[in-house]
C-alpha cells in the first residue's frame, strides 16, 4: 500500500523477491523493528520466507491491488426494469461459449449489479475494468458506469450515483475489449452496499458502432 500498511491478523510468507526500491528491508512486528540487510544495486532483496507478526510496511513506491467484484453477464447482473437491456444470451462462435448482455445502437439501456464492499475498503477511487464485444459493424461505444455506495440506515432513493463516460473503439469483430474507468462512488467507504449502473449511451454523438454492444463481464478493484 502507498504510503500506508498491510495489517495482517496472523502471518505473511512471502516466496520470492521483495522489491523495496532502495535502502534496506524494514519489517514492523509487535517485538519491534527488523531490518535486512541493504538492497543490491537492482534493489531486490531476496527472502527465502518472510513471517510477519503483525504489518508489513511498503515504501511510497510499493503496490498492491484489492480486487472486490469479478463478474459476468448472465451471473450477477440484471437488465434494469425502466431501460432493460437485452439478455443475458448464450452465444456460440468457433471454440468459445459465453453469456452476454446486449445493449442497443439506438437506445440506451441499462443493466445494475449489487454488492457489499468489506470494510478495509478506504472510500477511494476504484478501477472498473468492462469487458465486451460486438458480433460485426466497427465504430465506438459510449459506456457510462454510475456508482453508489449505501450504509447501514442510509435511505436507499437518497443518495444519486456518481458517473464516469468513456468512449470505447471496437477494434475488431469478435474481440475482446477491456474498456477501464477510474471512479470514486458516491458516499464511498467500507462495509456497505455498492451499487453499479452500466449504461449505453447509444443516442451520444460520439456512440457510432451501428449493433449491439455485447457485455461479457466487469472487474472492479482498488490500487492501493
Given at each position: 500500500?502507498?504510503?500506508?500498511?498491510?495489517?495482517?491478523?496472523?502471518?505473511?510468507?512471502?516466496?520470492?523477491?521483495?522489491?523495496?526500491?532502495?535502502?534496506?528491508?524494514?519489517?514492523?512486528?509487535?517485538?519491534?523493528?527488523?531490518?535486512?540487510?541493504?538492497?543490491?544495486?537492482?534493489?531486490?532483496?531476496?527472502?527465502?520466507?518472510?513471517?510477519?507478526?503483525?504489518?508489513?510496511?511498503?515504501?511510497?513506491?510499493?503496490?498492491?491491488?484489492?480486487?472486490?467484484?469479478?463478474?459476468?453477464?448472465?451471473?450477477?447482473?440484471?437488465?434494469?426494469?425502466?431501460?432493460?437491456?437485452?439478455?443475458?444470451?448464450?452465444?456460440?462462435?468457433?471454440?468459445?461459449?459465453?453469456?452476454?448482455?446486449?445493449?442497443?445502437?439506438?437506445?440506451?439501456?441499462?443493466?445494475?449489479?449489487?454488492?457489499l464492499l468489506p470494510p478495509w475498503y478506504d472510500g477511494g477511487q476504484l478501477l472498473v475494468e468492462l469487458f465486451w464485444t460486438a458480433l460485426s459493424g466497427s465504430g465506438n461505444v459510449v459506456w457510462v458506469v454510475y456508482m453508489k455506495c449505501l450504509a447501514h440506515d442510509?435511505?436507499?432513493?437518497?443518495?444519486?450515483?456518481?458517473?464516469?463516460?468513456?468512449?470505447?473503439?471496437?477494434?475488431?469483430?469478435?474481440?475482446?475489449?477491456?474498456?477501464?474507468?477510474?471512479?470514486?462512488?458516491?458516499?464511498?467507504?467500507?462495509?456497505?452496499?455498492?451499487?453499479?449502473?452500466?449504461?449505453?449511451?447509444?443516442?451520444?454523438?460520439?456512440?457510432?458502432?451501428?449493433?449491439?454492444?455485447?457485455?461479457?463481464?466487469?472487474?472492479?478493484?482498488?490500487?492501493?
Open positions: 500500500m502507498a504510503d500506508g500498511d498491510l495489517i495482517m491478523d496472523g502471518d505473511l510468507i512471502i516466496e520470492g523477491v521483495l522489491v523495496a526500491g532502495s535502502g534496506a528491508v524494514e519489517v514492523t512486528t509487535a517485538a519491534g523493528k527488523v531490518k535486512s540487510g541493504a538492497l543490491d544495486s537492482a534493489g531486490d532483496q531476496e527472502i527465502a520466507t518472510l513471517t510477519v507478526g503483525t504489518r508489513l510496511k511498503l515504501g511510497a513506491s510499493g503496490k498492491s491491488r484489492v480486487w472486490f467484484l469479478s463478474t459476468q453477464a448472465g451471473k450477477q447482473w440484471t437488465p434494469d426494469t425502466d431501460a432493460a437491456c437485452g439478455g443475458p444470451t448464450a452465444r456460440k462462435i468457433t471454440n468459445c461459449d459465453f453469456l452476454t448482455l446486449d445493449f442497443d445502437a439506438s437506445t440506451d439501456e441499462v443493466a445494475y449489479c449489487n454488492i442510509a435511505v436507499i432513493t437518497a443518495a444519486s450515483l456518481a458517473g464516469a463516460s468513456v468512449t470505447a473503439t471496437l477494434t475488431a469483430a469478435n474481440d475482446v475489449q477491456r474498456t477501464e474507468f477510474s471512479i470514486t462512488p458516491n458516499g464511498a467507504a467500507g462495509n456497505t452496499w455498492l451499487q453499479v449502473l452500466v449504461r449505453r449511451d447509444a443516442d451520444a454523438a460520439g456512440d457510432t458502432l451501428a449493433v449491439d454492444a455485447l457485455m461479457i463481464g466487469m472487474n472492479v478493484s482498488q490500487v492501493q
